[in-house]
């Protein structure tokens, strides 16, 4: 029970120490564009597709709609005053005739960004479209809704004749136009903190959980060795749980957000 | 198989069919915490009906095994909430 309220309780206080203290403890992210920009075209080239080339109209969109969504505080594809991503890719100068943008935050490196891409069908469309040809992207560390994270901005574009103008609804985001002084150049963000948060917290969860489960086993040995009846719940259905959670925090868990 | 025996593998698939929901439906929401956070809480959620429901019809329910059933079940959210909240959100 004090172990349930401890993580309970620790969640809060590691949430508001990681609010107002982010040079304690934070997001600890390692981003670079170049790895992001290499990664994106390994997964074209695994498809047989030419590689995008890096346009510095569509980086400048990019970071413009990281710093409206950290200046509108928002975590969309529409800004809430209702502009569109493309309004930010036209904005930077960049003529499209497709368009599109994948949003992720939250990732402490490009390879995981990158999968998380790959694994949603929509932004997996995005990453391998044909109708692309250049990109863009920004990642900038910043506080949205209170709480430090790193967004990374994927603008995707092609500029050249096509039929008509394509524009992937599904990708679609907003910026509103920020003093961008610094946007024209975003090389990556990179470990700013003394303690990175997800990795804090996920090495106490697994240690929680592994001397939870190791007791529960010493406990079916000591059990049956002695062969003491009682009557309590089987450990073999905790440890099954427990185990469960562990492979959760080992796969699955504080792996960032994509939209 | 005895009938003790039969009932038993009837208990944990039933056990392992409520955990493989989980770990299907969190690593499918593997990049969206807070839908993963609700599918924990349904995993743990089930795991404590299925862990009371098991030991009603096995007639050995006591307040202590409930309470148990709970206190893992909780442990498995706030485990999920510590690293969320505490290393996400």
Known sequence: MFVVLFLFLGGFFLSIVRTNYPSILGVAADISIERLI???NIERQKQGLPPLIENSQLSIAASLKANDMFVQNYWAHNSPDGKTPWYFIREAGYNYTYAGENLAKGF???????KAWMASPKHRTNVLSENFNEVG???????????E???IVEAFGNQGTAPSIAVNRERQEVFSVSDNEETASFPSVSKQTLIGSLSLTSNISKIILSVFMLTLILDILVVKRKK?????????DHIFFLGLMFILIMGALGKGVII | MSTEGKKHTGYYI???????????????????ARWQMFFIFLTAFFYIIWGILHHLIDHD???KIVIEYILIGSLGITVAFFLLKGGLF
């Open chain 1, 228 to 236: 003491i009846i009682r009557f309590v719940g089987h450990n073999l």
């Open chain 1, 108 to 114: 402490e490196t490009a390879e995981e960004a990158v």
């Open chain 1, 38 to 40: 290499m990664l994106t």
């Open chain 1, 149 to 151: 994270t790193v967004l």
């Open chain 2, 61 to 63: 329910l006591t307040l």
């Open chain 2, 14 to 32: 039933g056990l392992l069919a409520i955990l493989g929901f989980g770990l299907f439906m969190t690593f499918g929401f593997s990049y969206g």
């Open chain 1, 137 to 147: 992207f920004a990642v900038k560390k910043g506080r949205l809704n209170g709480e």
